[in-house]
């Protein structure tokens, strides 16, 4: 690894306490995510998998400084999260981008908060553009891009503010099979350059296997992680072949998920 690639990972530590959240409803308090502690090391990618409704994205929302937590709290580099960041970066499976601005204009939009010239901000949103491969659909609309190209400016416009770490909510959930597989191989060419800490929520296994280098599997009744898997596969990883071990995790997985409590 380089010592730029050092440099990075010193910054992007998120440190999970005891957080649980619940909600008052007609019916009384609902827990949606029971007390959960969770570190994320600088420059580790983290994979929440479980079924619908078990709290990763409430997990996530919380994470992000979306969600207040019943108990406990989220530190980021000693920061304690009491609202959104412009060290944490979120990337949604809705896109999220303005219609009424251009990729360039939607990667350059969240630079307007900083402290540099116009000329600087398009150079800055170009260059994140370029590295998505969406440099010549710059002055498109998002009406006149694929989901996959919206979802590339999505990325774009999150790592162009350098966030130390990367939230990503099923980003390529919404994706046909063939696209999805084009944006994992994406993602971690992405990630093996800016080694950013990610913490990525999918439903499928095989996606977050591709991916991380550590897997929690939740579970219903309510929500809480009933496992933590690390991956230990060599990257790259193929997204067209599954070797014996791709396939041991795999199965493990996917027993752990077929059980509400195990």
Known sequence: MSSASTTTQATGRVEISNVSVSYSGRDGDRVALSPTDLILTPGTFTALIGPSGCGK????????????P?????????RQVDGPHPSVGVTFQSFALFPWFTALGNVEFPLRRLAMSKAERRQMA????????????AQKYPSELSGGMKQRVAIARTFTSDPAVLLMDEPFGALDAQTRLR???????????????????THDVDEALRLA????????????????IPV???????????????????????????????
């Not at 990883?237 to 059980?259: A, N, Q, T």
Request: hydrophobic fraction near 40%.
């Open 70 to 78: 019943t108990t406990g709290g989220v530190v980021v580099d000693r």
């Open 57 to 68: 994205s409430t997990l996530l929302n919380v994470v992000a400084g979306f969600v207040v």
């Open 183 to 201: 944006m994992q191989e994406l993602l971690m060419q992405i990630w093996s350059r800016h080694r950013k800490t990610v913490l990525f929520v």
């Open 126 to 137: 170009m260059e994140a553009l370029s590295e998505v491969g969406l440099a010549d659909h």
């Open 232 to 262: 230990d596969l060599p990257r790259p990883r193929g997204i067209d072949r599954m070797s014996p071990e791709f396939l041991e995790y795999r199965s493990r997985m996917l027993d752990l998920l077929r059980h509400d409590d195990p």
């Open 213 to 228: 280098d550590l897997v929690c599997v939740m579970t219903l009744g309510p929500g809480r992680i009933c496992e933590r």
